[in-house]
């Protein structure tokens, strides 16, 4: 009887899948995208981990500190204690409950660094692809990476080679900056045709292909009104022992303890700006703000005028209420226990 061997072949096939790019990946940022904070300067990685989760790292030399704040992020992660067991990097990794988003966007990324005397920098909506990793260096030919991006003949703020998403404020009123020019870091990779922002809010868009024509990639600068086009009106003349000034260039204020104590449990709940040289306190989205005066209580009950600005860029204001609360917690534990004022303003 022949002996009948039979030989069996196992075939190694390599699945994959398009890899996309992170926005962040050691990518140099600064206090509130602008370069000139150059103290502020740390390096940003943000990358897929897993089926859901991603990874925020921070790389300083003396970095201490690194937090994601604001209001609840799109998908309600848990946030990782800071880890900091490898020498000048903080990281943080965040895990989604259920399905991720398709792009994440950071409120606040918040950090510190020893050089700076503890001072906190931040910088708002970071924003990136969940799915974004961190490949290793393109080699030239695959390279869509820009060395300069200019709006209406400036390089634009918070300008970094491999940034794909730009978020620019625009002040209310203005035109939508003009892309004027698109400089690839590899002079042979090409630049599609620009898509200029119809108006504000709107986005620019553009494409770069590279060199050997593999990668395609996508910018976008999105355009929204930022802050008003003119300080607050100034006040009518009142004798000094007529008013009581929280927050005004007008009149002399009295002693705040601490004008934003996270209330509603935000890090940040406003954030002092000057337009044409007016100084005005800016709402950054948070539920709500808690002005804390309790070791320089105020006597208003003789009073019977309150007086205050607002601004808001919001278009539809239908429905919408503005609260405001003065409270007197006298030693209470809670609120329920005091007396108040409550005020409720439909705009």
């Known amino acids: 009887m022949k002996k009948i061997t ?31 904070e150059v103290n502020s300067a740390m390096k940003l990685t943000i990358e897929n981990t897993g ?18 704040e604001g209001p609840p992020m799109a998908g309600n992660p848990t946030k990782s204690v800071g880890d900091a067991s490898v020498s000048g990097e903080i990281s943080i990794i965040l895990t989604y409950p259920g399905a991720p988003p398709t792009d994440v966007v950071f409120p606040f990324i918040q950090w510190e660094k020893t050089s700076t005397g503890g001072a906190r920098w931040q910088i708002l909506n970071a924003t990136t692809p969940f799915l974004g990793v961190c490949a290793p260096p393109p080699t030239p030919q695959e390279d869509i990476t820009l060395s300069d991006l200019k ?30 020019s698109v400089t690839p ?39 929204t ?3 008003p086009p003119t300080p607050a009106q100034t006040p009518p003349a009142r004798a000094a022992a007529d008013v009581i000034s929280v927050y005004s260039d007008a009149y002399a204020d009295i002693t ?22 007016n100084l005005i306190q800016h709402y950054l989205g948070a539920p709500c703000q808690g002005i804390d005066m309790q070791n320089n209580r105020v006597d208003a009950s003789t009073f019977t005028n309150l007086h205050f600005d ?19 917690w006298n030693g209470n534990p809670t609120e329920a226990g005091s007396t108040g004022l409550d005020s409720n303003l439909s705009v």
């Open 6 to 36: 039979l030989l069996f072949m196992f075939l190694a096939v390599s699945l994959g899948y398009a890899q996309i790019d992170s926005n962040y990946c050691s990518t140099d940022v600064f206090h509130f995208d602008n370069p000139a």
């Open 51 to 68: 089926a859901s989760t991603m990874k925020i790292t921070a790389a300083a030399a003396d970095i201490t500190f690194l937090a994601i």
């Open 151 to 180: 709006l209406d003949g400036v390089t634009i703020a918070g300008f970094n080679s491999t940034k794909k998403i730009y978020n620019i404020g625009v002040t209310l009123g203005g035109s939508a900056p003009v892309v004027t």
């Open 185 to 223: 870091t590899n002079t042979n990779a090409k630049v599609g045709a620009i898509t200029q922002a119809s108006g504000v809010p709107g986005s620019a868009t553009f494409n770069v292909t590279s060199e050997d024509t593999t990668v395609n990639q996508t910018y976008t600068i999105n355009f």
């Open 225 to 227: 009104f930022q802050g």
């Open 256 to 277: 705040i303890d601490d004008f934003d104590f996270g209330l509603c449990g935000a890090s940040a709940a406003v954030r002092e700006e000057s337009i044409s040289g």
């Open 310 to 328: 607002f601004f808001t860029d919001e278009t539809n204001l239908i429905g919408k209420v503005f609260n405001l609360k003065l409270v007197d």
